[in-house]
Structure formats: structure tokens, C-alpha cells
T-cell receptor, first 112, second 117 residues
Framework: TQLLEQSPQFLSIQEGENLTVYCNSSSVFSSLQWYRQEPGEGPVLLVTVVTGGEVKKLKRLTFQFGDARKDSSLHITAAQPGDTGLYLCAAPIKAAGNKLTFGGGTRVLVKP | EAGVTQSPTHLIKTRGQQATLRCSPISGHTSVYWYQQALGLGLQFLLWYDEGEERNRGNFPPRFSGRQFPNYSSELNVNALELEDSALYLC????????????????FGPGTRLTVL
């Protein structure tokens, strides 16, 4: 089992629809990051959330860190084909010297 | 500011051969991480180097090894290549963890696509 569980694993939607991706754990994290990876490229950092209950917005993307800092969500409003990619959440593991551990990822496909 | 660079972009080897992959971190970053990503799958952590030392290692056999040089660049070596080693190998770098607000944010290179025939 992974320390960070992402759901769903795959999401296929039509352009203009909304979607939400979840990242859950039983552990408490000091911070949590979201990355997006497009095919054949390296992941790109989208946002870092630090405070429990924190909400950050990046254009049509809204990121929320759970009050207990054990979970996070990514919501995309009016998705566009350019949002297609693999979305990864990641968090540092204090017991491992703050090594970043990644969730399994959610593959999002936005059809025109 | 230049991002993380990796070379080569593509590498084709045959079973039993050795592969060497290289990574140059962002200027000022002292940590380098290596990940393996098989086609269509998530990231599997391989190695973490910081200040020239190996800090952590993923669940991979010893034939996966690496090092970090004084200029913080890094090399990943894979010996006795097997077919299942075919994957995208990603390198990432981050600021020193003691810097406030760094949160171990990682910045990735474009990867090296290794194909083992």
C-alpha cells in the first residue's frame, strides 16, 4: 500500500466539465505538493500547500489541504484539453529525512 | 535560470550491458533525486543524493547505483541491464532542506528514455 493514495486512478471527461482529484493518507504532513506531468516530460510543480485548511488557486485549478493535514484535493473548473496529464501529489516523510514520497497519480484525459 | 538537464535524451542498450545517465541540477540546488517511471505508471523512487552523500535509496537491486559530484551533478549507473529496466528515468533537484520555505520542492528534468533490447 502507498503512503499517499490518489483517486481516481483515471478520469476521462469532456471539455468544459469539472473534475476533482483526491490525495489521502493516514499520516500527517508538514506540507503537500501537486505536480502535473505531460506525456514524455518530467513532472512540473503546480503548488505547495502548508497550512491545514489552506486553499490555493491557480487559474482554473483549486487546491485544498485538509484541516488535519492528512489529505488534499485538486479541483479543475471547466477543464480544457490542455489540462490532460498525470497529476501527482507528494509529501515529505519526516522519518525518512524529509524524502518526498509520491502518490500513484491520477491520469486525466480531457476530450475536446 | 537554467532548469534541470539530463543526458542523453534517449539511450538504447541490449541486455547485460551497462547504462550511464547524467543529471545537472538547478544552480544552488544541492539535492538530486532519481526516479524510474515505467510506461504509463507512477514514479518509483531510486536514489537521493545530498552534498555528495547518498541519503536514501529505494527498493531497487544493487546494480542500480549512482554518485554525486562536487559540483552537485549526478550520475546514475545501471549494470547488467534487464528488459524490465526499460523506462523513463527522471532526475529532480531541490534546495537544501535547511533553507526556510524550501519544503523539499523538486524540479524535474525532461528525463532519459532507456530502452533495453
Amino acid at each position: 500500500t502507498q503512503l499517499l493514495e490518489q483517486s481516481p486512478q483515471f478520469l476521462s471527461i469532456q471539455e468544459g466539465e469539472n473534475l476533482t482529484v483526491y490525495c489521502n493518507s493516514s499520516s500527517v504532513f508538514s506540507s503537500l505538493q501537486w505536480y502535473r506531468q505531460e506525456p514524455g516530460e518530467g513532472p512540473v510543480l503546480l503548488v505547495t500547500v502548508v497550512t491545514g485548511g489552506e486553499v490555493k488557486k491557480l487559474k482554473r485549478l483549486t487546491f485544498q489541504f485538509g484541516d488535519a493535514r492528512k489529505d488534499s484535493s485538486l479541483h479543475i473548473t471547466a477543464a480544457q484539453p490542455g489540462d490532460t496529464g498525470l497529476y501527482l501529489c507528494a509529501a515529505p516523510i519526516k522519518a525518512a529525512g524529509n524524502k518526498l514520497t509520491f502518490g500513484g497519480g491520477t491520469r486525466v484525459l480531457v476530450k475536446p | 535560470e537554467a532548469g534541470v538537464t539530463q543526458s542523453p535524451t534517449h539511450l538504447i542498450k541490449t541486455r547485460g550491458q551497462q547504462a550511464t545517465l547524467r543529471c545537472s541540477p538547478i544552480s544552488g540546488h544541492t539535492s538530486v533525486y532519481w526516479y524510474q517511471q515505467a510506461l504509463g505508471l507512477g514514479l518509483q523512487f531510486l536514489l537521493w543524493y545530498d552534498e555528495g552523500e547518498e541519503r536514501n535509496r529505494g527498493n531497487f537491486p544493487p546494480r542500480f547505483s549512482g554518485r554525486q559530484f562536487p559540483n552537485y551533478s549526478s550520475e546514475l549507473n545501471v549494470n547488467a541491464l534487464e528488459l524490465e529496466d526499460s523506462a523513463l528515468y527522471l532526475c529532480a533537484s531541490s534546495l537544501p532542506s535547511f533553507i526556510p520555505g524550501s519544503y523539499n520542492e523538486q524540479f524535474f528534468g525532461p528525463g532519459t528514455r532507456l530502452t533495453v533490447l
